[in-house]
């Protein structure tokens, strides 16, 4: 059986996940036309949506499970159970953002190209990261020297 690809994985497990079938691209079709560019609303919409919808149900569930333990051991443990949710919901929060960028920049005309370079990102690695702002040359260079200048 042969291997899929990491970005083929990337995307099933992303558009999968919001129950959207991948993009099939058309030969010799315009990069960011306008086709892909309401896929790709469509893929930052329902991420939204999903985002959205954890954060209510994250709510009611603190809500409805918010007691006072007379055991501190049982009251410890609730509050490290809302503590990881809450910071869940905070990395959420700031997607969320991200999410609200990306579909800023498609209203401006600018989604899907690298703001390093210019060079078109590319439909699959946009489907595998729907908030990507970088090409994978730009992003593996932020990388490098990212990991250069932690050490």
């Not at 009251?75 to 910071?87: G, P, T, V, W």
């Not at 991200?98 to 703001?115: L, N, Q, R, T, V």
Request: with cysteine.
């Amino acid at each position: 059986m042969p291997k899929k690809s990491t970005a083929n994985t990337a995307t099933a497990t992303t558009l999968g996940a919001l129950g959207i079938a991948p993009y099939k691209e058309k030969r010799g079709e315009e990069y960011m036309n306008e086709n892909q560019i309401a896929h790709f609303r469509q893929i930052l919409e329902a991420w939204k949506q999903q985002l959205m919808e954890e954060v209510d149900r994250t709510v009611s569930h603190m809500k409805d499970e918010a007691a006072n333990f007379p055991d501190p051991v049982d009251r410890a443990s609730q509050e490290e159970e809302f503590s990881l949710e809450l910071r869940t919901r905070d990395r959420e929060r700031k997607l969320l953002k991200k999410i609200g960028k990306s579909i800023a920049s498609i209203d401006d005309e600018d989604y899907g190209y690298c703001e390093s370079c210019g060079v078109e990102i590319g439909i699959r690695r946009l489907e595998a990261r729907p908030t990507a702002t970088l090409c994978i040359d730009c992003k593996t260079l932020d990388e490098i020297k990212e990991k250069h200048l932690n050490r």
